[in-house]
């Protein structure tokens, strides 16, 4: 039963001339589908109409082919042969009473064009901005394209209408959109009546406003997503000049979707940016207009949602990430299950989906955009198999995941962990300097098992292949994961590289059990994810000096897929790292390292009293080769199979062993597929010639 603190958030608030039937509005976002999986996307979002969500928004479309972003991939209005798989998607979201949304964008100065081969249009000559630094620059939009583009605008409306949406939003925040474009002075050099002052920098989102409402606006609700700050310096469109705006513009749109700055800034991870963060830029903002504000900040607490709504800063909840997390967020908050959210935890990994355009991940949620490709629920399992029970040796993410998935189909599961406490590498991890919500992937299922009578988790037992032998269970998933290896080989080296036996080696796994070396420190990172950047963190806070060397051109390279590379690199020079790029290791002597720049091979000494090696990782297989050594015995064991799953089997990120632990609890048991895939996918029809 609800509890009545939070009546408030299950309000019905109007857009215009449509009602939602709350306050929990999913923003738009990325999801790494688009155009190419529009099937997968529309049942992901149709998830989240099932899990209570008042509003849900499609990711950014594209809504004419004279500004595309290639190579990423989100939706496309192009022409009306798009509307049938976006009438899909608003089916979907309308199936539990919510509205559906849909976010038009034309890029401007963000569109390279490299699909159309069209040249960018905005509102300035200027070189587009995207992060692969295109050398493609945009010509100035003259009078003609500017009526051009509203025209485009009307028709991409009338074909959202006639797709089944209810709402349209503007994209004109994170630099992407070109409505931003016309209000930064930084994007408009503009002279004519269109640049310049602040009047007539608005004037464009005026006129494509009231052009859309006289098309649409009396059955559709016509929001507007704005930067609250592009945090650029004079030139920007900054906080206060964009509270100027829609005090100039209150009853513009139907409703104020309000977002920080860059991308970057906007959806910082928990490493860097804390729950609610954007709520002193939009403070205020609500006494210059009476039209609602939805806003975001990663809200997780529904007592801080509450906050929110009451002091007046937000109307509605503004949720991308934690609406990946917990699909069913707003539904558990109405069921007085609050305990039963699945917070997010703000790694970014499902942003990694949209950079890489590969299918998103989610750490805490591994049914994430496998809703339509596997039959995957969040929240409802496939029925248990022929077999009984099950033995999972490792708690870490895959074990636990495993563990919980399993209990739900209703198989008897035992988890055996050799520590003292359940978490695995999570538990580890989660204490480093900015990853203590990393936390919630531990406490979140072990909350959810320890109300279960169907498993029981054994701490302090390190299991031998004869013991396991013995047991007598009918399904054994190893799940031991992984230690880091200390003999350099990674990317760089291949074979172990040549150490002094007087050297000084560590590995992350030394450092997260307390042993933190001291004087002149070098951290090698040819993993080039999170890892080697916090323990230099780390070595830094705890009086070290310390040097990061790394062959890639960005410390942590692989995290600019998680949009925090770029806070990684100030954090550390501010610690007193010094970053070393472009350049590897080649030997390491007992009071030194040599360096070798990776394009010219030439080599420096840089001075180490301890290296900390961040290279690869070596899987924890052996109880599993131990019992497969023993297979003909498994029968008369009572042994039907024994798995191997996440990093015991593969390293990788923490999602990928959430995912491998969920996969294994859904496939036990099941028929063997052969040679079929084991997810269905879309393909492109063929045009007849």
């Known amino acids: 039963m609800r509890d009545p603190r939070y009546d408030i958030l299950f309000e019905p608030m109007q857009i215009g001339p449509v009602t939602a039937k709350n306050r929990f509005y999913q923003v738009p976002h990325c999801n790494g589908g688009g155009y190419r999986d529009p099937s997968a996307a529309a049942e992901m979002r149709g998830i989240k109409a099932e899990g209570g969500w008042g509003v849900i928004f499609t990711e950014q479309c594209e809504m004419h082919h004279t500004s595309e972003i290639t190579p990423f991939i989100e939706l496309r209005l192009w022409e009306d042969k798009d509307i049938p798989m976006l009438r899909k998607m608003s089916e979907r979201m309308k199936q539990h009473g919510a509205l559906a ?174 729950e609610a963060a954007q709520q002193e830029l939009v403070r205020g903002i609500h006494e210059l207009t009476d039209k609602p504000i939805v806003g975001v900040g990663r809200f997780t607490s529904p007592d801080v949602m509450v906050k929110q709504i009451k002091s007046g800063v937000l109307d509605f909840i503004g949720c991308a990430r934690p609406s990946i997390a917990d699909p069913f967020l707003p539904k558990k908050v109405e069921e007085g299950r609050i305990e ?162 007087d050297a000084k080696i560590y590995t992350p796994d030394d450092l997260m059990d307390g042993t933190i070396p001291q004087g002149k420190v070098v951290v090698f990172d040819d993993d080039h994810y999170y890892m080697g950047g916090v323990l230099a963190e780390l070595l830094a806070k705890n009086g070290a000096d310390v040097t990061l060397i790394t062959p890639a051109a960005y410390v942590s390279d692989w995290t600019n897929n998680t949009l925090e590379q770029i806070a990684i690199h100030p954090r550390l020079v501010e610690a007193g790292v010094d970053i070393v790029l472009n350049r590897g290791i080649t030997e390491i002597a007992a009071d030194h390292v040599i360096s070798n720049c990776v394009y010219t091979n030439r080599t420096q000494t840089f001075a180490a009293d301890a290296v900390v090696l961040v290279t690869a990782q070596k899987a924890d297989d052996e109880l599993f080769n131990a019992l497969k050594a023993r297979e003909p015995e498994w029968t008369d064991a009572g042994i039907k199979t024994v798995k191997l799953i996440g990093d015991a089997n593969a390293p990788g990120p923490i999602a990928w062993a959430t995912y491998a632990g969920h996969r294994y609890a859904r496939e036990l048991d099941a028929d063997d597929l052969g040679d079929d895939l084991p997810f269905r996918r879309e393909i492109t029809a063929l045009a007849v010639d």
């Open 101 to 274: 949304g849909i976010q038009l964008a034309y890029s401007g100065i963000n569109g390279p064009n490299l699909y159309s081969k069209e040249v960018p249009l905005a509102p300035s000559a200027l070189p587009i901005r995207t992060f692969t630094n295109d050398p493609v620059q945009a010509r100035a939009l003259d009078k003609k394209d500017i009526r051009d583009l509203r025209r485009w605008f009307v028709n991409a409306a009338k074909r959202s209408k006639e797709a089944g949406f209810d709402l349209i939003c503007l994209y004109g925040a994170h630099g992407f959109g070109i409505f931003q474009h016309f209000l930064s002075r930084a994007t408009n050099q503009r002279t004519d009546e269109y640049g310049g002052s602040l009047e007539n920098r608005s004037r464009f989102s005026q006129e494509v406003i009231a052009d859309m409402r006289d098309a649409v606006g009396d059955t559709m609700g016509i929001t507007l997503r704005v930067s609250l700050d592009e945090t650029i310096g004079q030139l920007g469109f900054s906080n206060a000049e964009v509270r100027d705006y829609i005090e100039m513009n209150k009853d513009l749109p139907d409703l104020w979707d309000l977002a920080q700055g860059t991308w970057e800034e906007c959806s910082g991870p928990s490493r860097f940016k804390e």
């Open 340 to 501: 039963d959210i699945r917070e997010c935890i703000g790694c970014n990994i499902c942003i990694t989906g949209d950079m890489t355009m590969s299918i998103s991940r989610c750490t805490q949620n591994p049914t994430f955009m496998e809703e339509w490709r596997k039959g995957w629920h969040p929240e409802k399992m496939n029925p248990k198999g022929d077999s009984d029970n099950v033995l999972i040796v490792g708690s870490g993410p895959a074990g636990l995941e495993a563990a919980w998935a399993l209990c739900r189909r209703g198989y008897q599961v035992a988890v055996a962990e050799s520590r003292t406490e359940i978490g695995g590498r999570v538990i580890r991890e989660c204490k480093l300097p900015g990853l203590s919500a990393w936390g919630r992937v531990v406490d979140y299922r072990q909350y959810q098992l320890s109300q279960r009578p169907d498993v029981d988790i054994y701490l302090d037992s390190k299991l031998s292949a004869d013991d396991i032998m013995e047991f007598g269970f009918e399904n054994v998933a190893i799940a031991t994961g992984a230690t880091w290896r200390r003999d350099g080989v990674a990317r760089q080296h291949v074979v172990p590289m040549p150490i002094s036996p």
